[in-house]
């Protein structure tokens, strides 16, 4: 399963104003009526919590095969890791 980029790209927009103002760095008070403050801010930050919760699982789910910043290690490569791995905990079981 795929999600779009720019599905992705506008969540984490809204995720980031969303964060903005339910950490206070926005101040609503003279954008709506005072006592509308507290109730709309709420409703944010649980908005931007489901947003940035669907943009973990999309990442988890958009990601196939290799990563974007490294190429995935070659049999041998992956073999060396699991000897130096050995060798460290052998190691540190005779310390």
């Keep these: 399963?795929?999600?779009?980029?720019?599905?992705?790209?506008?969540?984490?927009?809204?995720?980031?104003?969303?964060?903005?103002?339910?950490?206070?760095?926005?101040?609503?008070?003279?954008?709506i009526p005072i006592d509308l403050v507290v109730p709309v801010t709420g409703w944010i930050s649980l908005a931007t919590f489901c947003a940035m919760s669907f943009l973990t699982l999309a990442?988890?789910?958009?990601?196939?095969g290799k990563g974007p910043l490294a190429a995935p290690p070659t049999v041998s490569d992956a073999?060396?890791?699991?000897?130096?791995?050995?060798?460290a905990a052998i190691q540190r079981g005779n310390s």
């Design 1 to 31: 399963m795929n999600f779009s980029p720019k599905l992705i790209f506008y969540t984490t927009f809204l995720a980031t104003i969303g964060t903005g103002i339910a950490g206070g760095a926005v101040h609503l008070s003279s954008l």
């Design 59 to 64: 990442t988890g789910y958009s990601g196939i």
């Design 79 to 87: 073999d060396a890791i699991k000897v130096q791995a050995v060798k």
